[in-house]
């Protein structure tokens, strides 16, 4: 049974905030070869892409080393606030290793 969806093909530098909290949500550890779905255009591209989808939408977002680190990047900002009871342990750079 085909969903009646609208497709919509995004390009990472087109990302909204909503669809990349879709995709963080989806991969938290990032995506594999096992989620890209590859597929050709209308000017018969091959395509790679992974998908996300909302209640009237199915986005495919199309693959590339620059959407990995925009999905990182957007995970560490969300979670760089550390609580202040969790320690912060810094190698003074005056203190040498041991010699043996």
């Known amino acids: ?8 093909i995004v390009d990472y530098k087109k990302l909204t905030p909503e669809i990349l909290t879709l995709l963080v949500e989806r991969y938290p550890d ?5 989620h890209i779905i ?6 018969n591209d091959l ?18 080393t620059k ?11 969300e979670n760089e606030q550390l609580p202040s009871d969790v320690p912060i342990v810094q190698q ?3 203190i040498s290793p041991a010699a043996g």
């Open 47 to 64: 395509i790679e892409a992974v998908e996300v989808s909302t209640d009237d939408t199915k986005y495919l977002v199309k693959v590339s």
């Open 67 to 77: 959407l990995q680190a925009t999905m990182r990047n957007y995970d560490e900002e």
């Open 30 to 34: 990032g995506y594999d070869d096992d």
């Open 38 to 43: 590859s597929f050709r255009n209308a000017k």
């Open 92 to 94: 003074d750079p005056g």
């Open 1 to 8: 049974m085909k969903d009646n969806k609208r497709r919509v």
